[in-house]
């Protein structure tokens, strides 16, 4: 069987897809292996999902050159992006549904991932609007030659994405590489495999031709693997840890040299400054951390408040922070869920023992919240040097560490004191510290007066070891084209 009966408490009972989508159909894997995905909020398995092996990943590679290669060449932009536009409709459509499947698989509470669904469909239909307007342009050399730039499709794009925003990424990747004109093997990530086999059902009905989006479950050491290493596939875009990435470029220069895109890891500063509104800039800063549980790539994982406000930020934040409900994912006033996985439970709760023993100070949380699930208490350190592992190392859960500056000068430093370079932010009421600080800070975006604001027309991506190219906006239609110069002699001949 290629799918399976499930139920939610917000969408009550659906078909879920559990085989690989491959060539518009979902079909089981070659070597019939299977793996089940957890249920974080209880620790029970969901259902068990048809797992990709490399030669399911050659058969998919296969059906996305052939659909490269064939008819989809010949599709219009216009239709490009009418198909994808059609997809934005059908996810919209079905979005209880999708949401459900997201706070099921993943843990993520039900408003926020209604929310994470609306982004994807908007995503989608951004790029959708941009499959027509991917223009050349002509460049005057002199009156005898004709030179035009073309910008084409680089081809079959492997594509990985993680457990995080499961849905939200599916969109990320496919939505630029579809309206470049590509095709596209995606592996989503093995614990949260549900939601993106769902979207995929609902390919065929926007009207893709078969293979031209395939959607396979599997591990990131045999199937992830696989695309990062695969001679056929002509580019790879991959978002995770930066370890994980390293793997990734190393495995594309050494088989055929594939494109790479990369969006990594990050220790992002937030920094507060003593003219800051204090209210808002701890509504954000909340947000900024806890968020999606901590497991966000751009969390604001370090805090830096100024000398001034030390104390009463820190009192302000610990009282906001216990508000922040934990619990059932289905529950209409959740704001944080279960971590992802036993595996990302233990690391969090490492990561506290290792503050703890460090000497920082807990001011709310470092614990265990109830006895069943992965679930983690809003934890703030306080008194944190720059030599402890939890201020220099990524967490990835609701885990955040604070110190205290004197000068716009020190806050600069220690904000560009990682390896990272992901994102960082700025509180203050001072225009000129915001711009001055903001163009300071090594990092690919910073906001002001806010946090995790991102948007489908805003590109996203990291400076240093967080990652290479823009996801998003104009930018990540790059990421998805090659360029061709064209040059004709109009004149006679040069040399008689």
Not at 292 to 307: F, L, P
Request: proline fraction near 4%; hydrophobic fraction near 40%; include cysteine.
């Amino acid at each position: 069987m290629t799918s399976t009966q499930l139920e939610t408490p917000a969408a009550g009972k659906y078909t879920q897809p559990t085989g690989l989508f491959i060539n518009n159909e979902f079909v089981k894997g070659v070597d019939g292996k299977q793996f089940e995905t957890i249920n974080p909020s209880t620790e029970k398995p969901i259902c068990s999902v048809h797992e990709a092996t490399e030669k399911d990943v050659d058969i998919a590679v296969a059906a996305a050159r052939k659909a490269f290669e064939g008819n989809w060449r010949q599709v219009t932009p216009g239709d490009r992006g009418k198909a994808l536009m059609k997809l934005a409709d059908l996810l919209e459509r079905d979005m209880h549904i999708v949401a459900a499947i997201e706070s099921l698989d993943n843990g993520k509470s039900i408003t926020m991932a209604t929310a994470d669904v609306g982004y994807a469909v908007g995503c989608l239909r951004y790029y959708g609007g941009w499959a027509d307007k991917i223009e050349g342009k002509i460049i005057d050399t002199g009156t005898d030659t004709l030179n035009y730039l073309k910008k084409e499709p680089i081809g079959v794009c492997g594509q990985i994405i993680p457990w995080n925003f499961p849905l939200l990424m599916w969109s990320w990747k496919i939505g630029p590489a579809i309206a470049c004109g590509n095709v596209v093997v995606l592996k989503t990530a093995e614990q949260t495999p549900l939601s993106g086999l769902y979207a995929a059902s609902l390919v065929k009905e926007a009207g893709f031709p078969p293979g031209v989006i395939n959607i396979i479950s599997g591990f990131g050491k045999v199937a992830g693997a696989a695309i990062a290493s695969h001679m056929d596939v002509d580019k790879v875009a991959f978002t995770g840890s930066t370890i994980v990435g390293r793997t990734i470029m190393k495995a594309a220069a050494g088989s055929n040299l594939k494109k790479v895109t990369l969006e990594l890891g990050g220790k992002s500063p937030n920094i507060v400054f003593d003219d800051a509104d204090i209210d808002n800039a701890i509504s954000w800063v909340n947000f900024g951390i806890f968020y999606n549980h901590g497991q966000c790539c751009c969390a604001g994982s370090r805090i830096y408040v100024q000398e001034g406000i030390y104390d009463k930020f820190i009192q302000r934040f610990r009282e906001r922070a216990s508000k922040n409900v934990v619990g059932d994912p289905f529950a209409q006033d959740t704001f944080q869920g279960p971590q992802v996985s036993q595996v990302q439970f233990d690391r969090i709760m490492g990561y506290i023992d290792a503050g703890k023993k460090a000497g920082a100070k807990v001011e709310t949380g470092g614990e265990r919240k109830g006895n069943v699930g992965y679930f983690i208490e809003p934890t703030i350190f306080s008194n944190v040097t720059e030599d402890m592992k939890i201020m220099q190392e990524e967490i990835f859960g609701p885990v955040c560490s604070i110190a205290k500056f004197k000068t716009k000068e020190e806050a600069i430093r220690v904000g560009n004191s990682t390896t990272y370079g992901l994102a960082a932010a700025v509180h203050t009421t001072n225009l000129n510290t915001a711009i001055e600080v903001s163009n300071a800070l090594r990092a690919g975006t910073v906001w002001v007066n806010t946090y995790n604001t991102l948007h489908h027309q805003l590109p996203f991506g990291g400076y240093k070891e967080s990652g290479i190219g823009r996801e998003l906006g104009e930018s990540a239609l790059d990421n998805y084209t090659q360029q061709k110069t064209v040059s004709i002699r109009l004149g006679g001949a040069l040399f008689g």
